[in-house]
Nanobody, 127 residues
């Protein structure tokens, strides 16, 4: 059974930082490219960033570029989202997702391509 479990969310003041983790089980982690998405209240789920199977390639939404960093540890079956310089506009439920990929270096921004999703973790940024 495939499971993705996010952790690390919480309440932080504007300008602060958080590090989200997503632990995968039931999959051969290194064969999946990983993505982070977020959904604010009353809004559609949006792409945040993606990392390739080997970690060599990353891509970010313009809204988080330069502030957020995705990394992964294939030995620990975990992907991370380091979030710096947070603003209230970053408040959302953050989801990680896994997409089985034949390419070690490709990333994906399209949520429809992702096969598995975590339950989400709430990030709230106060002003």
């Amino acid at each position: 059974q495939v499971q993705l479990v996010e952790s690390g969310g919480g309440l932080v003041q504007a300008g602060g930082s958080l590090r989200l983790s997503c632990a995968a089980s039931g999959v051969t982690f290194s064969t999946y490219r990983m993505g982070w998405f977020r959904q604010a209240p009353g809004k559609e789920r949006k792409f945040v960033g993606s990392i390739s199977r080997n970690g060599a390639t990353t891509v970010y939404a313009d809204s988080v570029k330069g502030r957020f960093t995705i990394s992964r540890d294939n030995a620990k079956n975990t992907v991370y989202l380091q979030m710096n310089s947070l603003s209230p506009e970053d408040t959302a439920v953050y989801y990680c997702a896994a997409d089985l990929s034949s390419s070690e270096t490709a990333v994906s921004t399209r949520s429809a391509l992702y096969d598995y999703w975590g339950q989400g973790t709430q990030v709230t940024v106060s002003s």
